[in-house]
């Protein structure tokens, strides 16, 4: 559980297109990464290829290294799909199965890794991922009702708990909280709090303050034009990064004074 | 709640008039027109086919063609019927579903958009060529394998045998019809699969799903209403089907799970369209009793499949 990544020289091109530019970071197990950018800037990319989703769009592929834990995720006889069993994502809209009942939901990545497991133990880490999202309280009572009769904010708590059933490493959200209401937002920042003390968290935010509220780590993506490849500008400590960032972009960025 | 209620005494209060738009207004009625028109048609053939009938219904049964009554007169043909419609449904189904899934989720593009083509088109051959194909080149080229399987699988009553010599068996005319029906399911199939909503598809393989999985998981419950549609809409045409039928099959009568001999009962379409030239008097009246009877079987197909479709209602996504 709980594993560090290190990116080394990573290249991110849609085709012929290059989308982010040469990042290397480490991001720490059991901690926070927040992201934060304008939008345009590579975000979401560069939090797709740490699970291999970046290679679903055709002709999309990476250069450079991802190592998990001496694991390198794009080795020659690495395969997606075990990847992204050990690294789990949330979306940033709600995306429960709307043809799954609630106890479904959360169970369907548990078939996927283990189709022989007993109805009792499948029960057992249903509670139990649901508890760890914050979620069985309000739902106990219907897990047989369909995920899509859930608000915004318990549908996405909801997806949380499938991400973690199946125990991942690391959780990857892409602004998870951008569909959601302040109180739902809340609710999900509690959790995020919560999660850190067992697995590696990286959230991309287009919400600075919130950044500032979960993160221990903050990297700051920037554009150097239209067209332009992102870049990774700075990523330090978040304390530092909103108060005496190193880099003049970010200084502006931060302060409202661009994008 | 008495407190909702308006009383007579206490009349409620006055709402406030919504203004009425010409638009609206001619539009909600063009639409009510319609879905009363479709209503009024519905009953209207419903009671041609009972008037039309009745002579038949309180005929003394000797004089129903076969001598033995009305239900001994159309329970082979309705047999047939359902027979043919539903082995063709079982071979055209899965065929169209997976038809349909390797087209959206696993053939290179240009390759699926040909073969997409090529469906539809066949949708668009009228049914006597299909008849003719049947006859021509699918019957002759069962009589070799039918009696091979009544060698070998004989102990199945569907291959019991003997096979027919012409080849103008049951099986053919199920084949041709789970031809005439795959189009139109895959091609309804297809588009459901299609709009797939791409975040649900992300958030199985984002699981760990493979391919397969992912279909399994994403593709295949969101298409389940429209293949159970695309199914109805396949067998009703299947039920319906008059010329294909009509030229393959050598007719003879009997009912049987025989689909090799040259024991055949007839189709309830195939048989009003091969006899109600030479036929008079009661015989016609006979023939549209068999045709109310496929009337109704279509009726309760359809309601069938909309009861299986609203079952699980609140699953379809649809909210
Ligand atoms: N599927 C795609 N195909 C081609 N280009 C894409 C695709 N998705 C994103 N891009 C491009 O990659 C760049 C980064 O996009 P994205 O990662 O979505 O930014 P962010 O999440 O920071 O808003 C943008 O220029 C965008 O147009
Ligand atoms: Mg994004």
Known sequence: MAKRIEVKDLDI?????????????????????AFIGPSGCGKSTF?????????????????????????????????????????????????????MSIHE?????????????????????????????????????????????????????????????????????????SALDPISTQAIEDLINDLKADYTIVIVTHNMQQ???????TGFFNLQGVGQPGQLVEIDDTTKIFSTPANQATEDYISGRFG | MPATEPTADRPAPPRAKVKQRPGDRIFAGLSTGAGVLILVVLAGVAAFLLVEAWPAII?????????????????????????????????????????????????????????????DL???????IYGLWGIFVLAPATVGPTRWLTEHAGFIPLFAGPPSATGRTMLVVIIVLAVMILPIISAVVREAFRQTPRLHEEASLALGATHWEMIRMAVLPFGRSAIVGAS??????????????????????????????????STIAANIALQFPESTGLDINALVASGLVLFAVTLAVNMLARAIINRRREFSGAN
């Open chain 2, 59 to 119: 005929a003394p049964s000797d004089e129903i063609p076969g001598r033995g009554g009305l239900t001994l007169y159309i329970w082979p043909l309705l047999f047939g019927t359902l027979i043919s419609a539903f082995f063709a449904l079982l071979i055209a189904a899965p065929l169209a579903t997976s038809i349909a899934l390797f087209i959206t989720h696993y053939a290179p593009r240009r390759l699926s958009q040909a073969l997409g083509y090529v469906i």
């Open chain 2, 232 to 265: 109805m809409l396949g067998l009703g045409r299947a039920l319906g089907e008059t010329m294909a039928v009509a030229i393959v099959l050598s007719v003879s009568g009997g009912v049987t799970f025989n689909l090799i001999s040259s024991g055949n009962p």
């Open chain 1, 211 to 217: 950044a500032a509220r979960v993160s221990d780590t």
């Open chain 1, 105 to 177: 939901n959360v169970a369907a990545g548990l078939r996927l890794n283990n189709a022989r497991i007993s109805k009792g133990d499948l029960d057992e880490l249903v509670e139990r991922s649901l508890r760890a999202a914050n979620l069985w309280n309000e739902v106990k009572d219907r897990l047989n009702k369909p995920g899509s009769g859930l608000s915004g904010g318990q549908q996405q708590r909801l997806c949380i708990a499938r991400a973690i059933a199946v125990q991942p490493d690391v959780l990857l959200m892409d602004e998870p909280c």
């Open chain 1, 13 to 33: 091109y849609y085709d012929k297109f290059l989308a982010v530019q040469n990042v290397s970071l480490t991001i720490e197990p059991r901690s926070v990464t």
């Open chain 2, 122 to 128: 066949l949708a668009a051959i009228p049914s006597i």
């Open chain 1, 47 to 99: 939090l797709r290829s740490l699970n291999r989703m970046h290679e679903l769009v055709p002709h999309a592929r990476v250069e450079g290294t991802v190592v998990m834990d001496d694991q390198d995720l794009y080795g020659p006889n690495v395969d997606p799909v075990s990847v992204r069993r050990q690294v789990g994502m949330v979306f940033q809209r709600p995306n429960p199965f709307p043809t």
